[in-house]
Each structure stands twice: as C-alpha cells, then as structure tokens.
C-alpha cells in the first residue's frame, strides 16, 4: 500500500481573508535525487485554503517524456505519461517518446528512464499532487542513448505568492518567502503561516525558511552519482544497461509490454 502523508497549515482568520483579497494562491515544490543537473517544477496551486488546511498526498508516480525545453519560466509538458513505481524503468523506444515500463529491472528507490533512441527528450517524474491529479515535479535532460535515475525524496517547499504561475513551469528562483518541509520518518507536519510574520514550525530541524529570490536547485534538486552505480541489469536481447547509457541499444518493446 502506497505510503500517504500530510501537511497542516494553521493561519487566523484575518491572514486568510488577506491571502483570499489580495489574490494570493499557494504553491507547492517537491524534492527528488538524481544522477544529473535538473530544474524544480511547480507541482501544485491551489486557491482552497481556510484557517485549517490539510495537504495530503501519497506515493504515486508517473514517469514522463516530453518535447518541452528546460528554460526558465517555461512549462514543462508531460506529451507521455505511464504509471510507474519504484524500482522499475520505464524504456523509451519510440522517437516521439513513447515506450513501456518494465517492472523487473530497476534502481530501488528510484524510477529508471531509459532512453534507446538517439532522439533528445525531457524526462521525470510525475507524482498524485493534494488535489488529486498527477502533476510533473521535476525535470531532466534524456540524451540519446542514455539512462536518467530519478528518486523521490519525501520534502515539499510551499509558499504564497501572487505571481500567476503554472503546474510544470520551470523555477529556479523562490518569488515568495517559503518553507521547506521534510517528512523523512515522519508522514505528518504542524505548521503555521502569518501573511506578515511568516512560516512557523517551533523550530524543528525538520523546517528550513526561504527567503525571496533564494535559488531552488540546491534545496529541491539533489545530485547523487550513486543512484547510477547499480550493476549491469540485463535488458531485452541481452544488452546491459551500462551499455544502453552508452548509446549501444536500439530495441523495441517486447511481446505484451504496454
């Protein structure tokens, strides 16, 4: 059973009526670990907060290839999506990006995209945002030829803002004073938010403040070279996967892979 967790966010009445009058809405990040440089993407807005809101989420994911370029302020458009868990890879195959997941061969505790066209591509992961849908979190380069290993990390950023900004854009910067939240061990955080005082959470080394204008990448990209060292795991026709990050494998799905 997929893992859920929660957020609380606690504000008097008269923060919420600023929040709600001068057209405020609450935006959310999420964390992930990976073998190469990426960008942060919003991951969820939402205008449905109150004096007691609840922000729950579970762990399921979506990989994702896509056309759209990682330039700043950009959105991000997930052109392919399939259901994918951890420890599985989803195999891109085809030149417009699309593929099949195999649920065999993987990293555990990351999502795997492998990439055995020599067609550049955007990749991540997707995840079930507290409003139900699934939203892209994150996004990464996919060379030719290449495997990118993506791990959730379980830390959200919110913050408020009155910027107009998309699910899926590209943010390197924060535009809000924010708070970075990690729930590592624990599925369930008390916080409060005064629209002049700012984010509080007692001080817990759980919660980090952000300031305005602070770089994201460092807070919600983390760049792990582990992820990568795996040992060599058989793909179809019997080509490893180091040898696939080499640009050695061109295949097609196999019989009944969706």
Same mark, same amino acid.
């Given at each position: 059973?997929?893992?859920?967790?929660?957020?609380?966010?606690?504000?008097?009445?008269?923060?919420?009526?600023?929040?709600?009058?001068?057209?405020?809405?609450?935006?959310?990040?999420?964390?992930?670990?990976?073998?190469?440089?990426?960008?942060?993407?919003?991951?969820?807005?939402?205008?449905?907060?109150?004096?007691?809101?609840?922000?729950? +989420?579970?762990?399921?994911?979506?990989?994702?290839?896509?056309?759209?370029?990682?330039?700043?302020?950009?959105?991000?458009?997930?052109?392919?999506?399939?259901?994918?868990?951890?420890?599985?890879?989803?195999?891109?195959?085809?030149?417009?990006?699309?593929?099949?997941?195999?649920?065999?061969?993987?990293?555990?505790?990351?999502?795997?995209?492998?990439?055995?066209?020599?067609?550049?591509?955007?990749?991540?992961?997707?995840?079930?945002?507290?409003?139900?849908?699934?939203?892209?979190?994150?996004?990464?380069?996919?060379?030719?030829?290449?495997?990118?290993?993506?791990?959730?990390?379980?830390?959200?950023?919110?913050?408020?803002?009155?910027?107009?900004?998309?699910?899926?854009?590209?943010?390197?910067?924060?535009?809000?004073?924010?708070?970075?939240?990690?729930?590592?061990?624990?599925?369930?955080?008390?916080?409060?938010?005064?629209?002049?005082?700012? +984010?509080?959470?007692?001080?817990?080394? +759980?919660?980090?403040?952000?300031?305005?204008?602070?770089?994201?990448?460092?807070?919600?990209?983390?760049?792990?070279?582990?992820?990568?060292?795996?040992?060599?795991?058989?793909?179809?026709?019997?080509?490893?996967?180091?040898?696939?990050?080499?640009?050695?494998?061109?295949?097609?799905?196999?019989?009944?892979?969706?």
């Amino acid at each position: 059973m997929a893992t859920s967790y929660e957020v609380n966010i606690d504000m008097s009445k008269e923060t919420v009526d600023d929040l709600g009058d001068n057209g405020y809405v609450l935006y959310g990040f999420k964390a992930v670990r990976c073998t190469l440089p990426g960008a942060p993407l919003v991951w969820f807005q939402t205008t449905s907060y109150g004096t007691e809101t609840e922000l729950t +989420w579970d762990e399921s994911y979506e990989a994702y290839t896509s056309t759209s370029d990682i330039v700043p302020g950009g959105r991000i458009k997930a052109t392919n999506s399939y259901e994918t868990d951890l420890g599985q890879t989803l195999n891109v195959t085809g030149t417009r990006g699309t593929g099949w997941v195999d649920s065999q061969n993987g990293t555990p505790g990351a999502i795997s995209i492998l990439n055995s066209t020599q067609t550049k591509f955007t990749c991540g992961i997707s995840q079930t945002q507290p409003d139900g849908g699934v939203t892209p979190m994150c996004a990464f380069p996919l060379f030719g030829g290449n495997l990118d290993v993506i791990a959730p990390i379980e830390r959200i950023l919110l913050m408020f803002s009155t910027l107009p900004v998309n699910t899926g854009t590209v943010i390197y910067q924060a535009y809000s004073p924010g708070l970075l939240i990690d729930l590592t061990g624990q599925n369930i955080r008390d916080v409060s938010y005064d629209i002049n005082a700012g +984010w509080n959470w007692d001080g817990g080394a +759980w919660g980090r403040q952000v300031s305005p204008q602070e770089r994201l990448v460092p807070l919600l990209i983390e760049s792990s070279a582990q992820l990568s060292q795996k040992a060599p795991v058989a793909l179809p026709g019997g080509v490893s996967k180091a040898r696939a990050a080499r640009g050695e494998l061109v295949v097609g799905a196999p019989n009944g892979a969706r």
